[in-house]
């Protein structure tokens, strides 16, 4: 028998989904931030936690990445992962 892969999707408010795996982690939940530079251009970066409140954690360190990377602003986000089998 096929062991069952579990795999963990994040979909965003934009409507992009991220998915994740197949893993055994047990992440809850994704963060995203979308910072604007001074010359027109976006960076992505993201993560995982294991946690809402671990996720929320890192707005504070955005902020101070925006000030001292001088990014004009930044979106910073947060989705629940959904658990799936394939």
Known sequence: MKK???YLTATLP???VKT???TTDSFTHYWRIVAE???GKTEVFWGHARSLA???RKRA???DAARTRGWKSFAFEIAEL???FD
């Open 20 to 22: 994740i795996g197949p």
């Open 37 to 39: 530079l001074e010359n």
């Open 61 to 63: 360190p955005a902020q």
């Open 54 to 56: 671990e996720a929320k």
């Open 14 to 16: 934009d409507g992009y």
């Open 4 to 6: 069952k892969r579990r």
């Open 82 to 84: 959904v658990e799936t």
